[in-house]
């Protein structure tokens, strides 16, 4: 039974998804579509990637996950089935896999052998040829049977976070549902750098220098710091909305200082 997921930024509101998933259940009868989102920002790579790459841990193995973000195929971005530790993905090399993957891929095959449904209207690949290649490899079609290998050529260079031997510079690179701001730094890093020392959490002005387990361990509308599901640093108020009320969003610098004996720290405002 074959697992396919699909990403877009379609919104809700369009056919789209309903006639990816109808061509998947006519070419699979027995499978399990997963619709991760619809409600990607328009064109977003850089969110695309962090929700797909903290989503796809959590298939089994062999899933297929087909991207459908800025998938047109043109002679810059040619669409690209990729092997990535045993999943499959489909999409175009618009550089979306160079910001979900830290390894390179396994295996990358061409998909320009596959034709299109209609050869007259070529702008909707996800239905007309996405699908298809999703059958074949639910099939049990190795990727060299789909189509001759490919290098990919676009490449994205997600910001990593920088450290020395008393700070961490960061970033915001996430707003979830809930308005709660997640940054890029990892709380093995965290760990590596501030160690046991007592430290502050800098951001536009607001300041916090503990880390908490969750939002509860603080007052309701207070800042709140903690290392997230997938061990990021979130940033949040409880119960309440940091992104607007705090005017901070994604790109805002993050920065996490370890605090010199005798240091004050600076008042917040939460």
Same mark, same amino acid.
């Given at each position: 039974? #074959?697992? @396919?997921?699909?990403?877009?930024?379609?919104?809700?509101?369009?056919?789209?998804? #309903?006639?990816?998933?109808?061509?998947?259940?006519?070419?699979?009868?027995?499978? @399990?579509?997963?619709?991760?989102?619809?409600?990607?920002?328009?064109?977003?790579?850089?969110?695309? #990637?962090?929700?797909?790459?903290? #989503? $796809?841990?959590?298939?089994?193995?062999? &899933?297929?996950?087909?991207?459908?973000?800025? !998938?047109?195929?043109?002679?810059?971005? !040619?669409?690209?089935?990729? !092997?990535?530790?045993?999943?499959?993905?489909?999409?175009?090399?618009?550089? =979306?896999?160079?910001?979900?993957?830290?390894?390179?891929?396994?295996?990358?095959?061409?998909?320009?052998?596959?034709?299109?449904?209609?050869?007259?209207?070529?702008?909707?690949?996800?239905?007309?040829?996405?699908?298809?290649?999703? *059958?074949?490899?639910?099939?049990?079609?190795?990727?060299?049977?789909?189509?001759?290998?490919?290098?990919?050529?676009?490449?994205? @260079?997600?910001?990593?976070?920088?450290?020395?031997?008393?700070?961490?510079?960061?970033?915001?690179?996430?707003?979830?549902?809930?308005?709660?701001?997640? &940054?890029?730094?990892?709380?093995?890093?965290?760990?590596?750098?501030?160690?046991?020392?007592?430290?502050?959490?800098?951001?536009?002005?607001?300041?916090?220098?503990?880390?908490?387990?969750?939002?509860?361990?603080?007052?309701?509308?207070?800042?709140? *710091?903690?290392?997230?599901?997938?061990?990021?640093?979130?940033?949040?108020?409880? $119960?309440?909305?940091?992104? !607007?009320?705090?005017?901070?969003? =994604?790109?805002?610098? @993050?920065?996490?200082? =370890?605090?010199?004996?005798?240091?004050?720290?600076?008042?917040?405002?939460?």
């Amino acid at each position: 039974m #074959a697992v @396919v997921t699909l990403i877009s930024d379609w919104g809700d509101a369009g056919y789209y998804t #309903a006639a990816v998933h109808g061509k998947l259940l006519n070419l699979l009868p027995d499978v @399990v579509f997963v619709n991760i989102t619809d409600k990607v920002p328009r064109h977003d790579l850089n969110y695309t #990637a962090y929700v797909l790459s903290n #989503a $796809r841990p959590n298939f089994p193995e062999g &899933t297929i996950h087909i991207i459908a973000i800025d !998938s047109e195929e043109n002679d810059i971005h !040619s669409h690209v089935a990729v !092997s990535y530790k045993n999943h499959f993905f489909i999409g175009a090399d618009n550089g =979306i896999f160079s910001l979900m993957f830290d390894e390179t891929p396994d295996e990358v095959v061409s998909l320009s052998d596959i034709l299109y449904d209609n050869l007259d209207a070529t702008t909707f690949p996800e239905r007309d040829r996405f699908a298809k290649v999703a *059958a074949m490899i639910a099939d049990g079609k190795k990727l060299s049977e789909i189509g001759p290998p490919f290098e990919l050529k676009t490449e994205l @260079v997600p910001f990593k976070p920088t450290s020395g031997k008393t700070d961490i510079e960061g970033m915001v690179v996430f707003i979830d549902g809930y308005e709660n701001l997640v &940054t890029n730094i990892h709380r093995s890093l965290f760990q590596q750098v501030i160690r046991n020392n007592s430290f502050e959490i800098h951001l536009k002005g607001y300041h916090i220098n503990k880390i908490s387990d969750t939002y509860s361990d603080v007052p309701e509308s207070s800042l709140v *710091a903690f290392f997230g599901s997938n061990g990021y640093l979130q940033i949040a108020l409880n $119960r309440s909305k940091a992104h !607007s009320l705090l005017n901070i969003g =994604i790109n805002d610098k @993050v920065v996490i200082e =370890i605090k010199k004996p005798g240091e004050d720290a600076p008042p917040s405002l939460f």
